[in-house]
């Protein structure tokens, strides 16, 4: 073998093992009620951790409110204000070693806010 093919060889190896190692995934869950949409994205890095981030938006006809409480099947739960746009964008947790979000996980997003509440399914996106 030339020396070019060895290290074309030694290049497709290292990056295979590179690819291999990689075994970051994404799960984003979403849903909507009549004033609400909400999205719940998780990354998990190489089946040991992960990283979630909540974006919530109103929808809804009235004006946006001043406040609200919210929780994800209590993982992630708080009181805040939205933007002008309505919207909240929550970095949630950052673990290693906790319970890692699956695929088949049933997440409901519950949101407070002027004596309303509305209860969200959020579903997996494939």
């Known amino acids: ?9 030694f290049l497709i190896i290292s990056m295979c093992v590179l690819l291999i190692g990689c075994s970051d995934k994404t799960l984003t869950f979403s849903g909507v009620s009549e004033n609400w949409s909400v999205s719940y994205e998780v990354l998990i890095i190489e089946n ?7 974006n919530f938006k109103y929808t809804g006809s009235e004006a946006i409110p001043d406040k609200i409480e919210y929780s ?16 909240l964008k929550i970095k949630g947790h950052n673990c290693s070693g906790c319970a ?9 997003a519950t949101i407070k806010w002027n004596d309303n509440v509305d209860i969200i399914d959020l579903k997996l996106k494939k």
């Open 48 to 54: 040991e951790r992960e990283i979630t981030t909540a």
């Open 1 to 9: 073998m030339t020396i070019k093919r060895i290290y074309l060889v």
């Open 100 to 108: 890692l979000t699956t695929e088949e996980q049933e997440i409901k």
């Open 72 to 87: 994800l099947d209590s993982m992630v739960e708080g009181t805040s204000t939205l933007d002008e746009n309505g919207m």
